[in-house]
């Protein structure tokens, strides 16, 4: 599966979980306009976190209220 349309990247800071990398990722898709509270993102990731080239982690998080 290939995901391009609408994608939007940034280098952030490294995370620890999945946790730290949700909210790293609604923080920095508010910031640049991207969401708003209570918004849907789609987020992929590679698991062990740090390892190139293993994008197998995809999850829908709802961004939080401030």
């Not at 990731?45 to 961004?63: D, Q, S, Y």
């Amino acid at each position: 599966m290939v995901l391009v349309w609408g994608l939007h990247c940034v280098w952030a800071e490294n995370a620890h979980s999945v946790a730290q990398m949700v909210e790293n990722t609604c923080k920095v898709e508010v910031v640049e306009g991207f969401a708003n509270p209570r918004d849907h993102l789609i987020v992929t990731a590679g698991m062990p976190f740090g390892e190139p080239g293993k994008t197998n982690l995809l999850r829908i998080a709802r961004v939080p209220e401030q």
